[in-house]
């Protein structure tokens, strides 16, 4: 099912990793998983909104598109 603006959705994505003073093997990408509210999704990137203030503030993550590994449906919007 595709997924919509305003939905709550599931984002699977890996992240960059930087490490100093450590051992090569240790550096990796690292899987993510973020839950959130469905705000922007488009050729550049995905926005999720994990709070909302009354202020009119809130707290967003952006992943670049290209990180995406998937995207699942948790809640469609009202």
Known sequence: ????????????????QGLINSERDRAKICKVKNIGRLIEDSDEQIVLMSGDYSDNTGDYTAIPKGWQESMRLVEKSK
Do not use: L, N, T
């Not at 099912?1 to 994505?13: H, R, T």
């Open 1 to 16: 099912m595709k997924c919509k603006i305003g939905d709550i959705v599931e984002v699977s994505w890996v992240d960059a």
